[in-house]
């Protein structure tokens, strides 16, 4: 596979009104660089005017590193594969059209099928890029309907925002659950969330097929060992301190529900250095022909 190498802003996919490094001022500007990643796969590189970076790989539309004063805040596992066959694990990768295990492959195809660029931008010196995703042969073999995903990433200086939009292309209504399967840099040890307190809570640890159901009556939630819980009517937005000195908040629309995921000693290599804290849709989202659903999730740290 040959090397991309294409910077855009202002107009989408033009090369005309490119913004780069200002190697003579030492301004820099927003800037979308396609290349390649690891596994010489298609990788889209966001920058913005001050400093902070995005990386988004189009296999799974997995959004791989968000650096912000050169910090990494999100964690790709060491055990993850660039290899276009299975999932990368780490990031923000997507469950669509199921969260979870299913009539379907665990978490759906969203993660490992090959999404499109659509278009880049520059909007109020913010990067911005679009992906999207339609069924194929692949997809229509386990979920048999017609869709168009639209997946837009924003980048700006402490924050990083996605907006995901499923529209129903079929003659026929189609459900779907789905989610953002965050994992955040952490020290486990240390890291927390707060904003939870009263949420319906179904804990999946005993029995991940007959959760326990129960409310939160934690201010704030720790990750003292194996935790796998899903929180339901999850308030719009959430507060992580990570236990590496950064506090985030997680704020979102649409997105109703949240989940709490930590694998503990059965990812013994890497458990102790990422929490996952995702938003997500638990219940089905119905949508009829021509209809279509949107949610928004915005990550800023302090």
Same mark, same amino acid.
């Given at each position: 596979?040959?090397?991309?190498?294409?910077?855009?802003?202002?107009?989408?996919?033009?090369?005309?009104?490119?913004?780069?490094?200002?190697?003579?001022?030492?301004?820099?500007?927003?800037?979308?660089?396609?290349?390649?990643?690891? +596994?010489?796969?298609?990788?889209?590189?966001?920058?913005?005017?001050?400093?902070?970076?995005?990386?988004?790989?189009?296999?799974?539309?997995?959004?791989?590193?968000?650096?912000?004063?050169?910090?990494?805040?999100?964690?790709?596992?060491?055990?993850?594969?660039? *290899?276009?066959?299975?999932?990368?694990?780490?990031?923000?990768?997507?469950?669509?059209?199921?969260?979870?295990?299913?009539?379907?492959?665990?978490?759906?195809?969203?993660? *490992?099928?090959?999404?499109?660029?659509?278009?880049?931008?520059?909007?109020?010196?913010?990067?911005?890029?679009?992906?999207?995703?339609?069924?194929?042969?692949?997809?229509?073999?386990?979920?048999?309907?017609?869709?168009?995903?639209?997946?837009?990433?924003?980048?700006?200086?402490?924050?990083?925002?996605? #907006?995901?939009?499923?529209?129903?292309?079929?003659?026929?209504?189609?459900?779907?659950?789905?989610?953002?399967?965050?994992?955040?840099?952490?020290?486990?040890?240390?890291?927390?969330?707060? +904003?939870?307190?009263?949420?319906?809570?179904?804990?999946?640890?005993?029995?991940?097929?007959?959760?326990? #159901? +129960?409310?939160?009556?934690?201010?704030?939630?720790?990750?003292?060992?194996?935790?796998?819980?899903?929180?339901?009517?999850?308030?719009?937005?959430?507060?992580?301190?990570? +236990?590496?000195?950064?506090?985030?908040?997680?704020?979102?629309?649409?997105?109703?529900?949240?989940?709490?995921?930590?694998?503990?000693?059965?990812?013994?290599?890497?458990?102790?250095?990422?929490?996952?804290?995702?938003?997500?849709?638990?219940?089905?989202? $119905?949508? #009829?022909?021509?209809?279509?659903?949107?949610?928004? $999730?915005?990550?800023?740290?302090?």
């Amino acid at each position: 596979m040959a090397a991309l190498s294409m910077t855009w802003s202002c107009s989408p996919l033009t090369s005309s009104k490119f913004r780069r490094v200002n190697r003579y001022s030492g301004m820099t500007f927003a800037s979308v660089k396609s290349t390649e990643g690891l +596994g010489n796969l298609p990788k889209v590189v966001l920058t913005s005017p001050h400093g902070s970076e995005a990386e988004l790989y189009l296999f799974g539309a997995c959004i791989t590193s968000w650096k912000v004063d050169s910090k990494d805040l999100l964690f790709v596992r060491p055990d993850a594969v660039f *290899n276009g066959q299975k999932p990368i694990s780490g990031g923000i990768p997507h469950c669509f059209p199921q969260f979870g295990p299913g009539p379907i492959q665990q978490h759906g195809f969203g993660r *490992n099928m090959n999404w499109s660029l659509v278009s880049s931008e520059n909007v109020e010196e913010k990067p911005v890029v679009t992906v999207e995703l339609r069924d194929g042969p692949y997809s229509r073999a386990m979920w048999d309907y017609s869709f168009h995903a639209l997946y837009k990433i924003t980048l700006d200086k402490k924050t990083l925002s996605t #907006e995901l939009t499923v529209k129903n292309t079929d003659n026929k209504p189609f459900s779907f659950t789905t989610a953002l399967h965050t994992y955040f840099s952490a020290s486990v040890t240390g890291a927390s969330v707060s +904003g939870l307190k009263g949420c319906k809570a179904l804990n999946k640890v005993p029995d991940p097929t007959n959760p326990v #159901e +129960g409310k939160e009556e934690r201010d704030v939630v720790t990750f003292p060992g194996f935790v796998d819980c899903v929180y339901l009517d999850a308030p719009s937005e959430l507060q992580l301190d990570n +236990g590496l000195g950064d506090k985030l908040s997680i704020k979102n629309t649409n997105w109703s529900d949240a989940v709490l995921w930590n694998p503990h000693l059965t990812m013994e290599q890497s458990y102790k250095d990422f929490v996952c804290v995702e938003n997500a849709k638990i219940g089905t989202v $119905q949508i #009829e022909p021509e209809q279509s659903w949107t949610a928004v $999730q915005h990550l800023t740290v302090a």
